[in-house]
């Protein structure tokens, strides 16, 4: 059975850095997606960034690109989140997620995930 552990979040001001870890364990996700989403309060869940086949592709929300960097380590079983000029619109908990046999197109859609962490807070307050 996989497993899915972040880390990484906390309480920052705005423009602040944050870096979120990822780490599976029970099987690798190396040949397939990694992502990361978000879910505010009272808000649908959202997508925020996924690495795929073998690190070859990144994909970013809108609301990040530009501000966050998806990675992952060199054995694969940990992909990491760079948060840069962290805005309060940016509080959520987030979320990292893993599937296997994702095609392009449902890479944002959490429905096609079949591993998810237990989440962690990020809050952008001043």
């Known amino acids: 059975q996989a497993q899915l552990v972040e880390s990484g979040g906390g309480t920052v001001q705005p423009g602040d850095s944050l870096r979120l870890s990822c780490t599976t364990s029970?099987?690798?996700?190396?040949?397939?997606?990694m992502g990361w989403f978000r879910q505010a309060p009272g808000k649908e869940r959202e997508f925020v960034a996924v690495?795929?086949?073998?690190?070859?592709?990144?994909y970013y929300g809108n609301s990040v690109k530009g501000r966050f960097t998806i990675s992952r380590n060199a054995a694969g079983n940990t992909v990491y989140l760079q948060m840069n000029s962290l805005k309060p619109e940016d509080t959520a908990v987030y979320y990292c997620?893993?599937?296997?046999?994702?095609?392009?197109?449902?890479?944002?859609?959490?429905?096609?995930?079949?591993?998810w962490g237990q989440g962690t807070q990020v809050t952008v307050s001043a």
């Open positions: 997620a893993a599937g296997m046999g994702l095609i392009l197109s449902s890479l944002t859609n959490g429905a096609q995930y079949d591993y």
């Open positions: 029970g099987r690798s996700f190396t040949r397939g997606a």
């Open positions: 690495i795929w086949r073998n690190g070859g592709s990144t």
